[in-house]
């Protein structure tokens, strides 16, 4: 297989976001401000609320976290009854302007609406060109535009309709949330690669990326929305005031999607993505990270002293370890949390004088120990290079990797942050060969049998494609 062209493309693969919508609450954007704070692991980038206020749709957002883009008077001013917010992520050194921040807000010959979502639609660069050449105008490089010139040029007065027949020429992992004049639809693809549920507070609805954001603004839980679902909750009474009050939620299909497909959720949100507290179809993230730790201790034999883990994303996967094979946990490295956007990366000759901002090693912690160094992914490795350098400078007697997934393989073209086929290391490197390039005394990762027993039997299907290349959704085009 070849990915010639995937350093081109690399903007649209590294787009990974988080969505909270809310329908029907007097407070609808206070509660999507609590609700991207919980979800801030999702994007780092930009950060936007639309809201719904006497049939318009008024949107604020920026670049940088949630915290640096709204103030309290932001908020106050975003009063309605229904609301659409959006993170958006990005890398360091690719990052899309404010034009690509979400929710993307257009007026339409159907309406207002505003648009946000997190994936990537695979097909979205041909629709693109197509729309273009009948005279279509892009606001956006966001591969989400192409939803609402479709959804314009779909002949349908109604928005879901517009939207369900738009969505049919879609390809791709999506969960999309649109805001309307009337409500919020959401709709997740066919195959359900990216998380998306729905919750309940008070009369209010919320519709969201993680259960964690359910739990920040105090609402209840109800369930995953299907692959190929698309749900479309209306505010009832008043709609677009600030008054409040939902009608029950109303479910149709992409495509006649309902029974046809299983699932095909992304791994990646287990080992890496979501947050522990979430439970993704009833898995806790937590206790799956912590089960792929358990096996990879299971397959080991080794002595050593002490486990650790990498802040934040190892942490549960170490403890796993730990447990299972009964070698004490401990805290081997700190990491600074206050590192934000706006933080002056150490020069050259400071970084040689050994000035470590992000992280340190508790030296006294791993001189002269054997250590297991526990990680939830290596995809350049350059991660565990650098750590098992720092460990071993700090007196590390021995540094074994321990990796609670799979070698990376093969680059992800459903909306997670991969490098181009080059840069993972796993690409080409033997196991061995990838152990003496990050300096470790050895190196183990687990099967995808291992996630597909660990995980697959409860979840359903699971899409493992950076880990086989077997991709469920087929690729297109350039992504080929
Ligand atoms: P590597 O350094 O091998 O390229 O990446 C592996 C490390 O990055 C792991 O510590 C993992 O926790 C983290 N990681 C995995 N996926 C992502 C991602 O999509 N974005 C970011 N920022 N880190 C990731
Ligand atoms: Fe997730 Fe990997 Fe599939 Fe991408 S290729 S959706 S990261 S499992
Ligand atoms: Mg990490």
Redesign the pocket.
Known sequence: MGFVKTRDISREIRERCGVFAVVGHPKASELCYYGLYALQHRGQESAGIAVLNGGRIQTKKGMGLVADVFTKDDIVRLRGGSALAHVRYSNVGDEGGIEDAQPISVKMWQGQMAFAHNGNLINAPRLRARLEQDGSIFQTTSDCEVIPHLMAKSGLNDPVKALIKSLSDVRG?YSLCVLTSKGVIAAKDPHG?RPLCLGKLDGAYIICSETCALDAVGAEFIREIDPGEVVFIEEAEHPGSDVGRAKPPVSCYIDGARGKRGM?L????FIYFARPDSDLYGINVHAARKALGRRLAQKDSLSADLVMGIPDSSLSAATGYAEEAGIPYEMGIVKNRYIGRTFIAPTQPLRELGVKIKINPLRKVVSGKRVVMVDDSMVRGTTSKYLVGLLKAAGAKEVHVRISSPPYR?P?????D?SSSGELIAAEKTQEQIRELIGADSLAFLDVEDLEEILGRRAGN??????TGN??IPLEGEYR
Not at 266 to 269: D, I, L, P, S, T
Not at 412 to 416: A, V
Not at 462 to 467: D, E, G, H, I, K
């Open positions: 992992a690669v095909d992304c791994v990646f949100e093969f992800c073209f459903y909306g997670i991969t699971l899409c493992t494609a950076c880990f991709y469920p």
